[in-house]
């Protein structure tokens, strides 16, 4: 394992700062300073970007993007035990790292970046849906962001990256590929982490599109898709019942089959749907 600073091994760091791993915050650490490099560069040229990483942990992904060229990076941490390691990495990086305290839900990173902006993070499970979803439905597009770069585990990766008609195809698919270009850009197996969680992992690159693909209300294309895959054995008339009055009506003008399934229906086929239920 060689250095890509001059910092010490995250394994010294860890033991240095007495950071076991908390499964209650979804702590894997990477400790592999060359991965976290590879993850770093899958991120896009980052000289001129700011980069947001939620969960620095020990620090190994942050050090990473710095060492990459990272012009800034903003580091939102849950786990106050993982600051002392991280305000070493911020004085070997003078000016260039910042790092908050708190809980990534809670908190506005825009108040703290400059754009152009990146996300990079190694994603705690029990909160990356929910960001991931965050930032993808914004009311307006493009984004705050120009790509995010996010590890999942393997099987949420590819309900992101999932087309119609399969099984992984649902909410994630439509959302993600809706407003952004999405791949699959590295596999992990569990040992690359410590301690290894009990799934593979995988890292999904997405980059904003300038608009849309078809016109939709972020908030309406949310709620239709929810209700369509909350339900995924049912036909979209009795899955979308609630959705809207003459749901039947709403569905054929938007050229979908009402006894369609919600995996049959094409991105193109939700944002219809979302337009003609907006029409209330
Ligand atoms: N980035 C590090 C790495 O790659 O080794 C750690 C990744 S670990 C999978 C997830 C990190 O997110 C942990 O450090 C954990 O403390 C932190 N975390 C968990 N929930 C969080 C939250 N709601 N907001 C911010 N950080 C959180």
Known sequence: MSAIDDLPPLRDVIATHGLSARKSLGQNFLL?????????????????????????????????????????VLAIEKDARCLPALA??????PGQLQVIEGDALDI?????????????????????????????????WPPFWQS?????????????????????????????????????????????FTPPPKVSSAVVHL?????????????????VVA??????????RAALKGTAPDIEDRLLAA??????RAEQVPLEGFCALAREVAKG
């Open 32 to 72: 592999d300073l060359n991965l976290t490099a590879k993850i770093a560069r899958q991120a896009g040229d980052l000289s001129g970007s700011d980069v947001l990483e939620i969960g620095p942990g020990p620090g190994g992904l942050t050090r990473g993007l710095l060492c990459e060229g990272a012009r800034k």
């Open 88 to 93: 070493e990495i911020a004085d070997r990086y």
């Open 108 to 140: 506005d990173p825009l108040e703290h970046l400059t754009p152009p902006i990146r996300v990079a993070a190694n994603l705690p499970y029990n909160v990356g849906t929910e960001l991931l979803v965050r930032w993808l439905t914004p009311p307006t």
């Open 148 to 192: 995010l770069t996010l590890m999942f585990q393997r099987e949420v990766a590819e309900r992101i990256v999932a087309q119609p008609g399969s099984k992984a195809y649902g909410r994630l698919a439509v959302l993600a590929q809706w407003r952004s270009d999405v791949r699959i850009v590295l596999s992990l197996p569990p040992e690359a």
């Open 207 to 223: 980059t904003a599109l300038p608009a849309p693909r078809f016109d939709a209300d972020a908030a309406v294309l949310s709620r």
């Open 227 to 236: 209700a369509a895959f909350n339900q995924r054995r049912k036909m979209l």
């Open 255 to 260: 050229g979908i089959k009402p006894t369609d």
